[in-house]
C-alpha cells in the first residue's frame, strides 16, 4: 500500500524575522487565473491615472538676474552647483539644494553670451559681447569685500583670474575636457590656451558669424559649430582643418553632443524642429523631434543619452526620447516667458531652463517622480506599475489619458494652425503628383532629408 504525503520545507514558509512578509505559495498556471489579464488592466489603468495626479514638475525659481538669462552651465564634478550669465553681463553662481545665489558679480559691460564650467577645481569661464572672456574662481579670497557683497546681496564687480580680450564680440564658448584651452565663436572660432593672451588657433570656412561652438566630450578633439548662414560645420584639432559642412534650410540656434555616443549629436534649429546626426553620415537627419511652434533655442542632453531637453521661443521646455519623434512631456508656466538656456543635472533627475523673464527654473525630469528615499517596497511597486503601463500603453484608454496635458491656448491654437498648414501641404504635393506624368513626376523627398540644403567636405 501507497501513502502519498505532502512534504514542505519549514524554511519555505516560515519567516526568518517578524517583520518579514508572510511567504505565500502561488501557482503561475495561467488556466488557474483567468481573470489576470482584466487585473492587470485595472492596475495599469489606476497606476496611468495616479500617475497624471501627481505630475508636479516645478520645483522652484531661482530669482535674481535683473535681465534674461542667456547662458548657463553645469560643474561636471557637483551636482549642487550651478553658473548662469545674464543680459546685463550679471554673473550668478547658484545652489540648486539650497534655491539660492553663492555667488555673484558683474562680470562683462555687455550681454553675457556663453559660460563654461571646467575640471580645475572650482573655476569657469564667460564671454560677452564686451569683447572679453574671463576666467572666475568663486571659492577664491579676494579680501573683505566679496564677503560684504555675500553679506548684504550686493552684486558689485569682482577680479577675474585672467581676462582675455578679442578683436570682436563673442558668441559662445566651450572647454576641452582634459587640456587647458577652449574654443571661442564669433567672426571666427578661436582656440586659446589659459597660459596665452592671443589665439593659438583659429579656424573658419567662409561664415559671416558663428553663433555657437561646442567641444566634442568624449571625442576631445572634434568640434562642432553653427552659423549664421545656416551651416553646421565639424572641426577637428589635430588637423586644424574642417571636416564636415552641413547646409540646412534655416538656421541652427544650439549644438549638443551625445555623451555616450561619440559620434551623435543635435541641433536645435529656427524651422521648430530638433534634428538628430550621424557625424559620419551627415546626408540625412537620424531622427527629426518635432511639437515646438516656435524657433527652438537650446537643446541638451542627459548623461545617460537616452533624452534630451529643449526650450523654444513660445515658452515651452519640453522633454523627448532621443529616439522618438515627439516630445513625452511639456513644462510651462504663466511666468516663464521665452526660453533661450536648457541643461538637464548631472544626475539624470532635474531640468533646469533660463528664460526672458530673468529666472532660473528647477523643474524634475519625471514629472510624477517622488522626491527622498523608496523604500525596497515601494520602488518593487513602482516599477511593476511602471511595466504595466508599458505592457498596456497601446490601449486607447491607457494611451489618452497618458498623452493628456493641459497646454496654454495660445500653444494649442498654434498647433492647430500649424497641423493644418503641413496637411494642407501634404495634399497639395499628392495632387500636383498625382496628376503629372510618370516620366516628369519628382521624387518624394524623406522628412529626415527635407531640411539638408548640401553636404560639403
Known sequence: ?????????????????????????????????????????????????????????????????????????????????LVSGGGDGDLRLWSLSEQKALWSTVGHKAMITGVSSFLEGHRFLSCSQDRTVKIWDPTEAVGEDQEINRRTGSTAALAPVAIYSGKNAFSGISHHRSETCFATSGIAIDIWDHDRTEPIQTLNWGVDTINTVRFNQTETNILASTGSDRTVILYDLRT????????????????????????????????????????????????????????????????TGEEIVTGGYDRTVRIFNARQ????????????????????????????????????????????????????????HLEYAEKLKEKFAHVPEIKRINRHRNVPKVIKNAQKKKSLMLNSRKVKEENVRKHTKPENRKERIPERTKAIVAVKK
Open 325 to 380: 519623434g515627439h516630445s513625452r512631456d511639456i513644462y510651462h508656466t504663466n511666468r516663464m516667458q521665452r526660453v533661450f538656456s536648457v541643461i538637464y543635472t548631472m544626475d539624470n533627475k532635474y531640468v533646469l531652463s533660463g528664460s526672458d523673464d530673468g529666472n532660473v527654473r528647477l523643474w524634475k525630469a519625471r514629472a510624477s517622480e517622488k522626491m527622498g528615499v523608496v523604500g525596497y517596497r515601494e520602488r518593487a
Open 1 to 81: 500500500m501507497k501513502v502519498k504525503v505532502l512534504s514542505r520545507s519549514v524554511e519555505e514558509s516560515t519567516r526568518q524575522r517578524s517583520n518579514d512578509i508572510h511567504k505565500i505559495q502561488r501557482n503561475l498556471d495561467p488556466s488557474l487565473h483567468p481573470f489576470e489579464k482584466a487585473r492587470e488592466y485595472t492596475r495599469a489603468l489606476n497606476a496611468t491615472k495616479v500617475e497624471r495626479m501627481f505630475a508636479k514638475p516645478f520645483l522652484g525659481a531661482l530669482s535674481g538676474h535683473v535681465d534674461g538669462v542667456y547662458c548657463m552651465a553645469k560643474h561636471p564634478k557637483k551636482l549642487d552647483w
Open 240 to 303: 586644424s582643418r574642417p571636416i564636415t559642412k552641413l547646409i540646412m534650410a534655416m538656421r541652427t540656434n544650439a549644438i549638443a553632443w551625445n555623451p555616450m555616443e561619440a559620434f551623435n549629436f543635435m541641433t536645435a534649429n529656427e524651422d521648430h524642429n530638433v534634428y538628430a546626426f550621424d557625424m559620419r553620415k551627415m546626408d540625412k537627419a537620424q531622427n527629426v523631434l518635432k511639437d515646438h511652434v516656435s524657433a527652438v533655442m537650446s537643446v541638451d542632453y542627459s548623461p
